[in-house]
């Protein structure tokens, strides 16, 4: 702790009290301690301020938040259910939900930015939307390796003998999130698309979305992406 700075959070009378207190104690102690002296109380004094630099958990909150499900993320009522579904399979793989709330975020974060009017160079915005999504759902889906198989005890005492329950259940939460993120794109390509046609650049291209979600074949993508 700078000493200057516990100074500074005093008016001048304070100040000047604690070097003559100081001042009185060099005739009567070594000066090593009573420079720990005065530390000592000047730490007391400013003890919340103390307190308040060494705590972490505002830092520590923000951190939760980054890697959890909240309200930053909500978009609708649909979305924001598949979400809160999610949250049961954290326990199974910590690290793949991590990423997958990340990269979800990232897609809100973006598609919120293409939604507004003043945007104009908008594919790369949206290029990174989708990849995003698919990032997100893909660690998602990847917790699927780390569900436990249902054991013949509990098959018995619910009467489901599926032995893959949990990972069909994931599966189908990731399926309807994708598609309802998947139609959000969609339905911001059709607007997009429109101010391109009524406007064209040099910036900017027509984006290429489909509700077959087929997409566009590159035979430059293959090769240069092709692990053989």
């Not at 104009?120 to 999504?133: D, M, S």
């Not at 032995?163 to 911001?188: D, F, H, M, Q, S």
Request: glycine fraction near 2%.
């Amino acid at each position: 702790m700078d000493v200057m700075n516990l100074l500074q959070n005093h008016n001048m009378q304070t100040t000047l009290f604690i070097l003559f207190i100081g001042i009185s104690l060099i005739q009567l102690f070594d000066l090593k301690i009573i420079v720990s002296i005065i530390v000592l109380v000047l730490i007391i004094i400013n003890y919340k301020s103390v307190i308040q630099s060494t705590d972490t958990s505002e830092q520590t909150k923000k951190e939760i938040k980054i890697n959890e499900i909240s309200d930053d993320m909500y978009y609708n009522t649909k979305i924001h259910d598949l979400l809160i579904r999610l949250k049961m399979f954290k326990k199974y793989n910590k690290v793949s939900y991590k990423s997958g709330v990340i990269y979800m975020r990232k897609f809100f974060k973006t598609i919120h930015i293409l939604e507004k009017d003043k945007i104009t160079n908008y594919n790369q915005y949206f290029e990174n939307a989708h990849l995003y999504l698919k990032s997100s759902i893909n660690h998602f889906q990847s917790i699927t390796v780390s569900l436990p198989e249902r054991t013949m005890i509990d098959a018995l005492k619910y009467g489901d003998y599926e032995p893959t329950r949990k990972a069909n259940e994931l599966g189908a939460i990731c399926k309807e999130l994708y598609n309802e993120c998947y139609y959000i794109l969609v339905n911001l390509s059709i607007k997009l698309n429109e101010k391109w046609l009524e406007n064209p650049t040099t910036y900017t291209k027509e984006i290429e979305l489909n509700t077959d979600r087929v997409e566009h074949y590159n035979e430059h993508d293959e090769v240069n992406w092709s692990l053989y």
